[in-house]
């Protein structure tokens, strides 16, 4: 009576098992993808569809899936491909085109750093900015044709832009910025006073070489608020002299916003107007003014 059981068991197993697969099969086989994929390969037999089936089933499973969420992909951001090699059924795996946009952004936003500014100065553009008057119009004039000469590897002077606080230099830079990491044109764009004050909590550790360095190094470097700093013989001499005497010589340019003109600068480098400071400040000067076309942007305060 047991052996009986155990027969009568294992039938119902097989029936249950063979109900399975023939429902999987039946909705693999109804699967769109699969349809339209046999449709243009009439060359498939019933062998070939059999001996294929696992990958067949694999397809429709992955792309009803990744419908829902694209995380549960066997490759994560991929999705399945159907092809025939060699009168067979093969499956491979392709980056969706959202995957790809994704990783495309980050790899962009990698080539923008900005160091101690808000956020959503990564959403600026050259589309949005207020050129309507001449002097807004000359600065994004400036600030395209630097681009341009960057995308096609010219060796262009950077700018300095200076006016009144809130007519969008700082805007403008942050839109330089974003054009350039479109091109894989690494950017660093650094509010002064914040990098002043990391560079005096770096000067403590072993890491203040590598952090001089990466500004040194970066093709293109924008400080903004430049002159909003605490200034001292240090900050003028062993930071920014040395930062910009590097990327003087190497002719990387460097581009820059400021509430002051170049003489207001020149003034505020000299910190105590005594000869020895007056002299460095004006060397220092020499290094922005000549690698630098001055632009004043004028207009009313936009940040009220």
């Known amino acids: 009576m047991e052996r009986i059981n ?4 294992q039938m119902m197993n097989r029936k249950e098992v063979r109900e399975a697969y023939e429902s999987i099969r039946r909705r693999t086989l109804e699967h769109p993808g699969i349809i339209a994929f046999l449709r243009a390969h009439p060359e498939l037999d019933e062998s070939a569809i059999e001996i294929g089936f696992t990958k067949l089933s694999e397809y429709a499973e992955q792309m009803d899936g990744k419908k829902l969420v694209e995380e549960h992909a066997v490759i994560p951001g991929h999705q399945p491909v159907l092809y025939v090699d060699l009168g067979q059924v093969a499956i491979r795996y392709e980056e969706t085109v959202k995957h790809r946009q994704a990783r495309r952004q980050k790899e962009m936003d990698r080539k923008f750093k900005s160091l101690f500014l808000p956020e959503e100065v990564r959403e600026a553009s050259f589309d949005s900015f207020d050129w309507s008057d001449d002097a807004r119009k000359i600065a994004l ?9 960057m995308k096609t590897g010219q060796k262009v002077n950077g700018l300095y832009l200076h006016g009144s606080f809130g007519v969008g230099k700082t805007y403008l830079l942050a839109a330089i910025a974003n054009e350039l990491k479109v091109a894989d044109i690494e950017t660093i764009l650094v509010h ?7 560079a005096k909590r770096k000067i403590r550790t072993d890491s203040f ?13 924008l400080i903004d608020d430049i002159g909003a700093e605490a200034i001292s013989p240090w900050v003028r001499d062993e930071l920014f002299g040395i930062i910009l ?12 916003s400021s ?3 170049g003489e207001e600068l020149e003034t505020h480098f000299s ?11 004006q060397r220092l000067m020499q290094r922005i003014s000549t690698t630098t076309t001055q632009i004043e942007l004028k207009g009313e305060n936009r940040r009220r």
């Open 141 to 149: 004039r400036e600030a395209m044709r630097f681009v341009s000469g």
């Open 192 to 198: 002064a006073p914040g990098f002043v004050s990391e």
């Open 209 to 221: 070489d590598s952090f001089l360095t990466s500004f040194q190094h970066v093709p293109v470097l």
């Open 271 to 281: 910190i105590d107007g005594s000869p020895q400071n007056k002299m460095k400040a």
């Open 245 to 256: 005497q590097y990327r003087m010589m190497h002719r990387l340019p460097t581009l820059y």
């Open 259 to 261: 509430n002051f003109s």
């Open 6 to 9: 155990q027969t009568l068991a």
